[in-house]
């Protein structure tokens, strides 16, 4: 039994929605269609809270972060079997990215020094000297998307909590499961340490009413969402009467310029991850391929030889390459847009071997693809790549701008001086030169309709707290 916690309290409802498995489409838990009262009972409760939990000392804070990372570790093999049936994740992804990954967030800001509540103040000018603090916000209501529900969320409250914030947090419907049993434990977590059980709540629920609220309640001082550019943007209207700090990831559509000089077997080895990270479902996946007129034809070649090597079936074998996406909704509007590509004469090249039941889609490649088809435009945010062919740098800088996103390109040349010299002319707020890898510490966000403000390192702290200043004038 899943259950949603407020304030202490496991909160069940006559009022119910159903989570499926995307592997198999079979219903795996009801879970409470949360009410405004219990939205309201959470900001309540994290306002309550929030008060005793920033004057806790810092170290209690870490104890905090620490203890529901031992949980989370103790739960390990638990969690990562709810995260095969909760997202459809591989065993592998599922354990490392899902769980470890989380792990991993809590015990790195159980870690962060104290320096980062503190930053270096300017020298003294005019008789006048200044020491900085960053206070928190008070409350942070934190979204997470499907994709990766416990990373997700793990990174947001762990950042939120250490910087003495309450937290309301809100899953995305479609796979809620991971994220209440993280309320489970932060709130087993808190009663261990004596802690304020309002600091972090949990709400459910299938429609966008409980998420709107968290949003335009005056008393939540930040939102952070992971999500899409659509819900983004009403998040980022809701919140403007309030003026409140926002933290949103939003979507991508990732370009991979591949000059003439690219080592190919280094390009294949990393753009596959398409087709199989969490099928695609990742908002930096490397989408969009912009390969020279020289190397197009083997690249595709290349491509289209992997696909045949995919394997489908048991998320929890080994060998499995290829996992189902979240839904029957995300499923149809990936198919929609290959069936554009092909009525559209590109050239169509998929792994088909899928089992029969569940949300599964075959991984694709649509070869010999335009600037303005919509496969090159609109985010699948699924197993699609589409290669179109360039004839220069230029070129590829042009089409690899002409969206709204500006999430994360990528550059591919054995000539690095060029490669840096064509991402410093790229929109996106990252770019990988030679390789689809994201750094841990370093900021990560998106620019244009790609989001706002950057978490990695201890980025996040902007959105999660205020910067003071304290002037003092010089005895």
């Not at 709107?212 to 005056?218: I, K």
């Amino acid at each position: 039994m899943y259950t949603t916690w407020i304030d202490g309290d496991a909160i069940t409802s006559t009022a119910t929605y159903g989570v499926y498995d995307p592997a198999t489409g079979a219903e795996i838990a009801s879970v409470p269609e949360c009410s405004l009262a219990d939205t309201e009972r959470a900001i309540d409760a994290a306002d309550r809270a929030r008060r005793s939990f920033a004057a806790t000392d810092l170290d209690v804070r870490r104890k905090f972060l620490d203890r529901i990372a031992d949980h989370l570790e103790t739960d390990r093999e638990s969690l990562t079997e709810l995260a095969i049936r909760d997202t459809g994740a591989r065993i592998d992804v599922a354990r490392t990215l899902h769980v470890d990954g989380a792990v991993a967030r809590f015990r790195q800001w159980a870690r962060t020094p104290a320096e980062a509540l503190t930053p270096a103040a300017p020298a003294d000018a005019a008789g006048v000297s200044a020491r900085l603090y960053r206070r928190p916000v008070g409350i942070v209501g934190c979204i997470s998307p499907y994709n990766f529900p416990l990373l997700a969320m793990s990174a947001k409250v762990s950042a939120a909590l250490f910087s003495g914030n309450a937290v309301v947090m809100k899953p995305a419907p479609q796979d809620p499961l991971l994220v209440m049993e993280l309320g489970r434990i932060a709130t087993l977590a808190a009663g261990e340490l004596g802690l304020d059980p309002g600091v972090v709540g949990t709400l459910t629920g299938s429609t966008p009413a409980t998420g709107e609220a968290l949003v335009a309640d005056p008393r939540v001082g930040a939102i952070s969402f992971t999500g899409s550019t659509h819900v983004g943007r009403a998040i980022f209207a809701n919140a403007a009467p309030q003026v409140k700090r926002l933290l949103l990831e939003l979507g991508g559509k990732g370009a991979v310029i591949v000059r003439a000089d690219a080592d190919l077997d280094q390009v294949v080895a990393n753009v596959t991850r398409t087709w199989t990270l969490q099928s695609g479902q990742v908002c930096l996946t490397p989408s969009r391929i912009l390969a020279h007129e020289s190397v197009a034809d083997r690249l595709e070649d290349r491509l289209a030889t992997v696909l045949t090597t995919l394997r489908s079936g048991d998320l929890r074998d080994p060998n499995t390459s290829v996992g189902p996406v979240i839904s029957a909704t995300q499923r149809d509007h990936i198919e929609r847009l290959v069936g554009s590509a092909a009525a559209a004469g590109r050239r169509v090249h998929q792994f088909t071997d899928l089992p029969d039941k569940g949300f599964w889609t075959a991984p694709t490649l649509v070869a010999g693809a335009d600037a303005h088809d919509d496969v090159m435009r609109i985010e699948a945010f699924g197993p699609i790549m589409a290669l179109s062919t360039v004839r220069s740098d230029k070129e590829a800088v042009e089409i690899a701008n002409s969206l709204e996103f500006a999430l994360y390109d990528y550059v591919f040349s054995a000539d690095l001086e060029a490669a840096e010299a064509v991402a410093s002319r790229l929109d996106a707020a990252q770019v990988g030169i030679n390789t689809t890898a994201r750094h841990p510490l370093a900021p990560f966000g998106g620019n244009k309709h790609s989001g706002i403000g950057r978490t990695g390192g201890t980025y996040a702290l902007d959105a999660y707290t205020n910067l003071q200043a304290l002037i003092a004038r010089d005895s």
